[in-house]
């Protein structure tokens, strides 16, 4: 009988980026992703960046800040050597004893790499943004044969937003399904959107403060702004655009601690520029937060506007002010549009909703002909 028809498939996730502690937001979503997955009982063994308490391949220096893919073009020598340990390291996972019965590749360029291990593969098209030129969206436009040629390596395509999983549909993906990043959702607001810094509401930022997440976008918009006070919580090459004007300057914190800048702010913003989905604008919504956000990418479906917050063009600061301006002066619409966002976050992106996803996705790639 299949291995599905007992017990949920054995899983090999391959990733080109882990958690290197509690600080480090590089592929914390995913570290979460796999915290749930085990916990509802299915066997998830990472094959990542080697680091203590995890095994898995030597990255030969370039999984440090920035990102593969930044890093490789510093050093493209090393690059061949980082491809040939990440194939042998998930051909090792899946194939010793007790391995896997499913290889699950992130990111679009892992797909042969993740084939090397002659298992079955579940495919997760995230759209990155440092992936600069490489990044999913990017490649099927400019590169359509490559794009097919590598979804197609993949006997299960999952997609985060709509946007991928059209892209992965269209190259003539065997089997797509989007299954969104998935939220814990507090069982209650623990403030209400009351201003708490002395009659000023609070905007909030979290992420990587780099050039693709609009920081210069925000930098150029908030002179114009009144009223509100900014919650900067993260790093990167653009914080110094944002330290004259933030009056909170967090750097990385815990995810922890980014729950209670949540619960203390009264809106958030995002102004990407490109953003496969955006995990930090779902966690704001299950805080009960609206969210400002561009109208790009995974954002585009997240937010939805004038619902669960607004959505402006982006690279449009003037429009951006506007929208901040509006929700900072209406107490009541940054209520109702928080209270809906919510809302929302629990019924579409709650964990049992999206492991019950994964635990299908899993299962179709490893009984194809069906349990």
């Not at 391949?57 to 050597?81: C, E, H, M, Q, T």
């Not at 917050?309 to 940054?334: C, F």
């Not at 209520?335 to 019924?347: E, M």
């Amino acid at each position: 009988m299949a291995a599905s028809e007992h017990r949920s498939p054995r899983v090999a996730l391959l990733t080109t980026s882990w958690p290197r502690d509690e600080r480090d937001a590089t592929g914390r979503f995913l570290a979460v992703q796999v915290e749930q997955l085990r916990a509802a009982g299915m066997q998830v063994e990472i094959v990542g960046p080697r680091q203590p308490g995890l095994a898995g391949f030597n990255a030969v220096g370039l999984s440090g800040d920035g990102g593969i893919v930044a890093n490789a073009k510093r050093r493209p020598w090393r690059l061949p050597l980082l491809l040939w340990n990440m194939a042998w390291a998930i051909r090792h996972a899946a194939r010793r004893s007790g391995g896997a019965d499913v290889v699950h590749a992130n990111w679009l360029l892992t797909a042969p790499l993740a084939a090397f291990a002659g298992k079955p593969v579940v495919l997760t098209l995230h759209g990155s943004g440092t992936a600069g030129r490489f990044d999913d969206l990017g490649l099927a436009a400019r590169h359509p044969r490559l794009f097919r040629w590598l979804i197609r390596r993949a006997a299960v395509v999952t997609a985060v937003s709509a946007p991928l999983a059209d892209a992965a549909r269209a190259a003539g993906a065997r089997h797509v399904v989007e299954i969104p990043h998935g939220v814990e959702v507090p069982r209650a607001r623990t403030r209400e959107n009351e201003d708490a810094s002395g009659g000023e509401p609070i905007v909030l930022v979290a992420g990587r403060l780099s050039p693709e997440k609009g920081v210069a976008v925000l930098a150029a918009a908030w002179p114009s702004v009144r009223g509100a006070r900014l919650s900067v919580a993260g790093d990167g090459s653009e914080r110094h655009l944002l330290a004259p004007i933030a009056d909170e300057l967090h750097g990385f914190v815990t995810h922890a601690r980014l729950q209670e800048l949540y619960a203390a702010a009264d809106l958030m913003v995002m102004p990407s520029l490109s953003e496969g989905f955006g995990v930090t604008a779902l966690e704001a919504m299950a805080a009960g937060i609206p969210v400002v956000a561009s109208r790009v990418g995974g954002l585009a479906g997240l937010v939805e506007h004038e619902v669960t917050g607004l959505l402006v063009p982006p690279s449009d600061p003037e429009a951006l002010a506007a929208a901040l301006q509006r929700l900072i002066d209406d107490s009541n619409l940054r209520k109702t549009l928080g209270a809906a966002a919510r809302r929302r976050a629990a019924d579409r992106y709650g964990w049992q909703r999206v492991v019950t996803l994964w635990r299908d996705a899993y299962a179709s790639a490893a009984n194809p002909g069906g349990a």
